[in-house]
């Protein structure tokens, strides 16, 4: 098989594949003698470049997907507007987001940094395959620990954990130095990082869009 076909099949395969592409669903697909994953990814890559196309390959939760590039996200945000895609609201972003920095961690340990009950916004989370529980804790009464899913990882873009934002990357784009010192106050130090957030509705209302477009 040739180099372009092997590329044209590949290209097919992320375009239709509606997780992330691994090296191991290609070796799968091909009966025999499967190519490179990634050297294929980084030729389309090359060549969407040059052909100065709204979309690109990104390394998401192991594997490769085709998604849209970031300059065309208000245009595909109407499109998608009420079309039932993944929402959550504003309380179980923020419980994620303490999930995804400090993970393992028991529920506690997450009421203990929002400063509210947290039951309802973990199950919203579990049901939507984005937490998933990493084991119990060894202290008393041994409370469940979670963690972050590949899941997580698709939707948001990410290709690892390491890739989410460090803390000074987050001061810098947030405005004020009183947000960012309820930032690190809550996120990173165990604090409550918004004191509105007490008053807040746990349920599993969905008012909030995580920021991940697909092509």
Same mark, same amino acid.
């Given at each position: ?25 290609? =070796? ?126 698709? =939707? ?54 995580? =920021?991940?477009?697909?092509?």
């Amino acid at each position: 098989m040739q180099e372009k076909e092997q590329q044209l099949i590949i290209e097919a395969l992320l375009f239709a594949s509606p997780e992330p592409l691994t090296q191991q669903q290609v =070796n799968l697909v091909f009966e025999s003698d499967p190519p490179q994953l990634k050297t294929v990814v980084e030729a389309l890559q090359e060549k969407y470049s040059q052909g100065g196309h709204a979309f690109e390959i990104q390394a998401v939760a192991g594997g490769y997907q085709i998604t849209s590039k970031p300059a065309y996200e208000v245009w595909i945000r109407r499109l998608l507007k009420g079309s039932g895609r993944l929402l959550l609201s504003s309380a179980a972003l923020e419980t994620l987001a303490i999930v995804a920095y400090k993970q393992p961690l028991s529920r506690y340990e997450i009421e203990a940094i929002r400063g509210v009950d947290c039951s309802g916004v973990l199950k919203t989370l579990l049901s939507r395959g984005l937490i998933k529980i990493k084991g119990r804790d060894k202290g008393p009464g041994r409370p469940l620990l979670y963690g972050t899913t590949d899941r997580f990882l698709e =939707n948001f873009g990410l290709a690892r954990l390491s890739d989410l934002p460090k803390l000074k990357e987050i001061s810098e784009l947030m405005g004020s130095a009183e947000t960012r010192e309820k930032f690190q106050m809550g996120i990173f130090s165990g604090e409550d990082p918004d004191a509105q957030s007490k008053n807040e509705e746990e349920n599993t209302s969905e008012t909030a869009e995580p =920021n991940r477009e697909g092509a």
